[in-house]
């Protein structure tokens, strides 16, 4: 006897890691076709639901599932959508419900960060109340790691490696140069409103170099900074400062805010690294060089850290098990039982505890001067970015990573007006 078909999105910005929880899904679920029959994927996240474009993932080896675990970024691409508010305007999530019902879907993982928990709380709710229960589980995912009630999030500790390693090599760089060319380096990571990967680039004073860190958690003051900066220049001939996108003005003003708005109504960040290496020119006249990770940050999979890919997979799977188990409008979490050795246990988190919640750095985290890490924090990230976990290389040089087929199963019902 064959189960209900399952449906699984990617959600967000993507990461190195997130297809690791997608190939944690999609294994499980093979394991128990009694209980699952089929994972549909949805073309360009939850999109694909709406739009009635479903990737038919059984048509893919399980060989080419397996290789998923180390291919970065959205196997089956991802979307920044957020469903209107139901009590507003409900025709989105009942949209999600006719085609789940057309297609047998009594399963939903939903793989994101915070508003994807949004949308998959009410579609565990609004379900029932539509007469067609879906068990709707949460697969955690954000490199910022600002989802409460677990201990870190898949794909934030690829992304602290990669701004740890970097830090460090591009501060090795300006030292190198700082005697008659540049003194300052600026690097410019992501993190909107929580300062955990700006906090990474923290690692890099284990090897005595002068980090100034801005964090979104600490109002940024000009005089000081200029002046722990230059200070820095007089001591050690060089400085590099790791500034996270979110950090802003005491009146709430971004230093990065370039006036746009995204679908969600957030501030399109990025600049923060060029208006500050400027600002120290011009007060201070040390010459510098800047960088903005972006994107490479949350794509550098050759960098990945051992324990995120882990974490992801396990996830991935924990959430299936959850769905068979029976339960419904949860999260599948890690649970840190020791920092050294590193070791976790994978809990769960009712949604309602979870949606429309941000975590953030706790000021124990940040050093009384504002500018750097404590012990605590070193504590807190040095486990997540243990151990490597490089993808295959092929004759060219090149990471042999994975494209799926994505072919789509066919429509039944008729076409949606995405709003």
């Known amino acids: 006897m064959k189960g209900r078909n399952a449906f699984y999105a990617q959600s967000g910005g993507v990461t190195a890691v997130i297809n690791a929880s997608a190939c944690g899904v999609i294994e499980t679920a093979r394991k128990h076709p009694d209980k699952i029959s089929k994972v549909y994927a949805g073309l360009n996240g939850i999109v694909g639901a709406l739009t009635e474009e479903l990737v038919d993932t059984s048509i893919e080896t399980d060989a080419d599932i397996a290789k998923l675990r180390y291919t970065p970024a959205g196997a089956f691409g991802s979307c920044r959508l957020k469903l209107a508010d139901p009590q507003v305007d409900s025709r989105g999530f009942e949209r999600l419900i006719d085609v789940f019902r057309a297609h047998d879907i009594g399963y939903f993982f939903y793989n994101g960060g915070g508003d994807s928990a949004d949308t998959c709380f009410k579609v565990s709710q609004l379900s029932t109340l539509m007469g067609y229960p879906v ?96 200070e820095n220049v007089r001591r050690f001939g060089y400085c590099t400062v790791v500034v996270s996108e979110g950090c802003k003005y005491p009146n709430g003003e971004f230093i990065a805010d370039q006036g746009a708005r995204d679908v969600f109504g957030h501030a399109h960040l990025g600049g923060a690294a060029p208006i500050l290496a400027n600002m120290i020119r011009n007060k201070l006249g040390h010459p510098f060089h ?89 504590h807190y990230l040095l486990p997540l970015i243990q151990g490597e976990d490089y993808p295959p290389y092929g004759s060219n040089g090149l990471p042999q990573y994975i494209t799926l087929k994505n072919e789509l199963v066919p429509r039944k019902l008729p076409p949606f007006q995405i709003a």
């Open 135 to 230: 068990q709707a589980i949460h697969v955690p995912k954000t490199i910022d790691n600002d989802l409460p009630l677990t201990d870190n999030c898949p794909g934030f500790g690829s992304v602290a490696k990669y701004v740890a390693v970097s830090t460090l090599e591009a501060s090795f760089d300006v030292r190198a140069m700082s005697k008659t060319s540049t003194r300052i380096f600026v690097f410019e990571v992501m993190g909107r409103h929580a300062g955990w990967i700006a906090a990474a680039g923290g690692l890099a004073m284990d090897y005595g170099i002068p980090v100034v860190i801005l964090f979104p958690e600490i109002e940024f003051n000009e005089e000081k900074f200029l002046a722990r900066v230059d």
């Open 290 to 378: 800047w960088a903005v990770a972006n994107y490479l940050q949350r794509a550098a999979r050759h960098l990945a850290s051992a324990v995120d890919v882990q974490h992801a997979y396990e996830l991935g799977c924990a959430a299936v098990n959850l769905a068979l188990e029976g339960c419904n409008s949860v999260m599948p979490t890690i649970e840190r039982v020791s920092d050294a050795p590193y070791q976790y246990r994978i809990g769960m988190a009712d949604l309602k505890n979870v949606a429309n919640v941000e975590k953030h750095m706790p000021m124990s985290f940040i050093s009384d001067d504002g500018f750097g890490i404590t012990e605590a924090c070193r």
